[in-house]
């Protein structure tokens, strides 16, 4: 059972769009959601994260979105750019769990 | 900063055989991860350590064993490698219970 949603499986934007990956999750004691950036070759590094409590965090060009009641989040990308083209990973932990589920992962092009 | 690093980067092994993969961290983590990505499926948890000596199964540790001998190493072994296990293995470390994880460039695994 997949613990984690993650849709699109890919994307492509136009540099200069905005990019929206989507996660639901079906455990409601889930409550911390980090997002991951991954680049070929290279291990998944945590772009941006947000805890149950709140419904947006924003960093830079970066916004996560969370609603609890529909168990979804998303990750907004504005002003894409070619360098953020790579797969993209949502994920969900409970306090006191030391796992982490992860989605599929989108892998986003952003094309000049 | 710390650096988590992944021996071999890429492993070649026939059908059958026992392989080993090496991670060492010099965060002075606590807790370290084995996770399988495979492509279109995102990151699957193999084994965890919360500490050295101590092994926790993840929802994908058939076919495979762990040993965390000390703090800032672990390894996995594939105990019988078979052609459908060709995936990236990544080794992850995080210190507390509610922080970031950080991730190795992975071990990318053929089996021939």
């Known amino acids: 059972q997949q613990q984690v949603r993650q849709s699109p499986q890919s994307l492509t934007v136009w540099e200069g769009g905005t990019t929206v990956l989507t996660c639901s999750y079906e455990d409601s004691t889930f409550n911390y959601f980090p997002w991951y950036q991954q680049f070929p070759g290279e291990g998944p590094a945590l772009l941006i994260s947000?805890?149950?409590?709140?419904d947006k965090k924003e960093d830079g060009r970066f916004t996560t979105f969370f609603n609890k009641r529909e168990k979804k989040l998303s990750l907004h990308i504005i002003d894409s750019q070619p360098g953020d083209s790579a797969t993209y990973f949502c994920a969900a932990r409970a306090t006191g769990y030391q796992n982490f589920y992860f989605g599929k992962g989108t892998s986003l092009t952003v094309i000049p | 900063g710390g650096i988590i690093t992944q021996t071999p980067k890429f492993l070649i092994g026939q059908e059958g055989q026992k392989l080993t993969l090496k991670c060492q961290q010099n965060f002075n983590h606590d807790t370290m991860y084995w996770y399988r990505q495979d492509s279109g499926k995102g990151l699957r948890l193999i084994y965890y350590?919360?500490?050295?000596?101590?092994?926790q199964k993840g929802d994908l540790s058939e076919g495979y064993d762990a040993s965390r001998e000390k703090k800032s190493s672990f390894s996995l072994t594939v105990t019988s490698a078979q052609k459908n296990e060709m995936a990236v293995f990544l080794c992850a470390s995080r210190q507390g219970k509610n922080t970031e994880v950080f991730f190795g460039k992975g071990t990318r695994l053929t089996v021939v």
């Open positions: 350590s919360i500490t050295e000596n101590d092994l």
């Open positions: 947000i805890l149950s409590v709140s």
